[in-house]
Nanobody, 126 residues
Framework: QVQLVESGGGLVQPGGSLTLSCTGS????????IGWFRQAPGKEREGVSC????????NYASSVKGRFTISRDNAKNTVYLQMNSLKPEDTAVYYC???????????????????WGQGTQVTVSS
């Protein structure tokens, strides 16, 4: 079955770092763009970052640009999100999702993402 599983969330102090992983199975991972999204209680879903399937395109929300880095290792069917200089406003459940499109990737056109993981909690607090 198609699955995306996030891991790596947890509690971190402001200014700290955390790396999230998203591992896919049950589909041809190499052919999908992968995006990271987040949602805090009472807030709308927000696109964080994405990476295209094959052409190296990445996109970041302005709120995380320069602090977060997305990468992928297709041999491991895994996409990573390295998060540095974390702020309390980064606190949310983080979801990864897979998009079969060949256009690059988008963090705003989230209906393109057909498969979603269960989410992992990131809490930034002192």
């Amino acid at each position: 079955q198609v699955q995306l599983v996030e891991s790596g969330g947890g509690l971190v102090q402001p200014g700290g770092s955390l790396t999230l992983s998203c591992t896919g199975s049950g589909f041809t991972f190499d052919y999908y763009a992968i995006g990271w999204f987040r949602q805090a209680p009472g807030k709308e879903r927000e696109g964080v970052s994405c990476i295209s399937s094959s052409d190296g395109i990445t996109n970041y929300a302005s709120s995380v640009k320069g602090r977060f880095t997305i990468s992928r290792d297709n041999a491991k069917n895994t996409v990573y999100l390295q998060m540095n200089s974390l702020k309390p406003e980064d606190t949310a459940v983080y979801y990864c999702a897979a998009d079969p499109g060949s256009y690059g990737c988008s963090i705003t056109q989230w209906p393109r993402y057909h498969h979603w993981g269960q989410g992992t909690q990131v809490t930034v607090s002192s």
